[in-house]
């Protein structure tokens, strides 16, 4: 297995400021992708205009959206803060939105910290015109607080629909096998069990995800530098329930570029933003490197990988701050 690590991007600005030089994107800069038409705008969601201009006559039917909790371009800010700056982007949201459409979104809740941002969050969402439908659970197998609290295995997904979107519910099975048995019940006079009665042998996904892997760096899908990645399967599982192909996907925080392959292996448009030109290219090189290999992500290597084995400062850096050397 390789081992080219790359540490939190989002933590050493030093580095992030290394790698700028090796991006294709800058402050305003959109890049069309001529294949299937997905679009990565370099630009931040507070700015309106740039952003309905991405859009420009197109709707999303689904938008999946993971904010930085409680972080608004890093910079730590108060629960009312957040919640403020996400009722103007929400509302842009639902602007660009079909008006029949879904929307998925991820919510921290910090238990050391009243949970905040999601009590606020939650408040702010019943004046949004949006329709609550389900809060989801996903199982994150990294956890922490195993000595002083209960382990933090948990993250929180809400989902919101405006109108009468589709939900394709026959594409929601997981793959755990049932095993239920005693649920009995009489049909035609003869007594079944709930397991003869089944259309499927495996489990349909209800709102808590235990067959959902958390990324980490032995996965194929594994982008190293970013720090909140979510799993394929999971954005898959929503994409295959709310959209049909070709339709238009939509996600404000690019990050390490999930929504867009996830988009990229079902068939789907998707518009994806970030702020940060350097998720913008992690994005871009994500996809394709996903069309050259085939491969979902880089598993314990990194998208500036030849870079900065060429690169005598950022290796210096990595050397110096991390004991990271490269072979």
Request: hydrophobic content about 35%; overall charge positive.
């Amino acid at each position: 297995m390789l081992n080219h690590p790359l540490p939190r991007i989002d933590k050493d600005e030093t580095l992030r400021k290394l790698l700028l030089p090796y991006c294709r994107f800058n402050e305003g800069t959109v890049w069309n992708d001529k294949t299937i038409g997905h679009k990565i705008a370099c630009i931040d969601i507070s700015n309106k205009n740039d952003v309905k201009k991405v859009f420009g006559k197109l709707k999303a039917k689904l938008s999946v959206q993971d904010p930085p909790y409680n972080f608004i371009a890093f910079k730590e800010k108060q629960d009312a803060d957040f919640i403020k700056w996400c009722k103007e982007w929400i509302a842009l949201n639902i602007e660009v939105s079909n008006k029949n459409s879904s929307f998925y979104f991820w919510l921290g809740a910090d238990q050391s910290n009243h949970f905040e941002p999601f009590g606020g969050f939650i408040e702010m969402m019943k004046l949004s015109g949006l329709n609550s439908r389900s809060f989801i659970t996903m199982r994150n197998q990294r956890g922490y607080g195993t000595q002083y609290n209960w382990m933090a295995i948990r993250q929180e997904l809400l989902f919101y629909t405006q109108g009468k979107p589709k939900f394709n519910i026959k594409s929601e099975y997981t793959d755990i096998p049932k095993v239920l048995k005693g649920y009995y019940k009489e049909i035609g006079g003869d007594k079944t069990e709930n397991l003869e009665r089944s259309k499927s042998h495996f489990i349909r996904a209800g709102n808590v995800w235990i067959d959902v892997q958390q990324v980490f760096y032995r996965m194929e899908e594994n982008v190293n530098g970013c720090y909140a990645q979510k799993p394929l399967k999971a954005i898959k599982r929503i994409i295959e329930a709310s959209t049909t192909k070709n339709e238009l996907v939509t996600d404000f925080f690019s990050h390490s570029g999930t929504t867009l392959i996830a988009c990229e292996l079902l068939g789907r448009k998707c518009y994806t933003f970030d702020y940060d030109p350097v998720y913008c290219e992690i994005s871009l090189r994500r996809l394709e490197n996903y069309r050259e290999t085939k491969k979902t992500g880089w598993q314990n290597s990194n998208p500036f990988f030849e870079e900065i084995i060429q690169d005598k400062k950022i290796l210096s850096h990595l050397r110096k701050k991390y004991n990271i050397t490269y072979s």
